[in-house]
């Protein structure tokens, strides 16, 4: 059993900052590219940031400069540090993990999300 818990959500005015933070816990023998989306009221999913193993990161163009992800693998934790933060920000943000379970299978796995609303 494989979970992954996110944290650090909330509201915050245009501007501000926030760090989401994502742990992953349970069955896991290796943990691979981890990463951050998120899902706006009425639309999909998209791609915020991914980060590998080795800390190579890929962003979305509307974040880029904004959003910094880092990880711990230590802790099999990814963080997701997001500065200047815009109303279009407004959304549920998903954690997602691919990994080798201690079963060595390998699996992706999603977060409960949590949300961000940008508002003044």
């Known amino acids: 059993q494989v979970q992954l818990v996110e944290s650090g959500g909330g509201l915050v005015q245009p501007g501000g900052s926030l760090r989401l933070s994502c742990a992953a816990s349970g069955s896991i023998f290796r943990l691979n590219d981890m990463g951050w989306y998120r899902q706006a009221p009425g639309k999909e999913r998209e791609l915020v940031a991914t980060i590998t193993s080795g800390g190579s990161t890929n962003y979305a163009e509307s974040v880029k400069g904004r959003f910094t992800i880092s990880r711990d693998n230590a802790e099999n934790t990814v963080y997701l540090q997001m500065n200047s933060l815009k109303p279009e920000d407004t959304a549920v943000y998903y954690c997602?993990?691919?990994?080798?379970?201690?079963?060595?299978?390998?699996?992706?796995?999603w977060g409960k999300g949590t949300l961000v609303t940008v508002s003044s």
């Open positions: 997602n993990a691919h990994m080798i379970t201690t079963h060595f299978i390998g699996m992706q796995y």
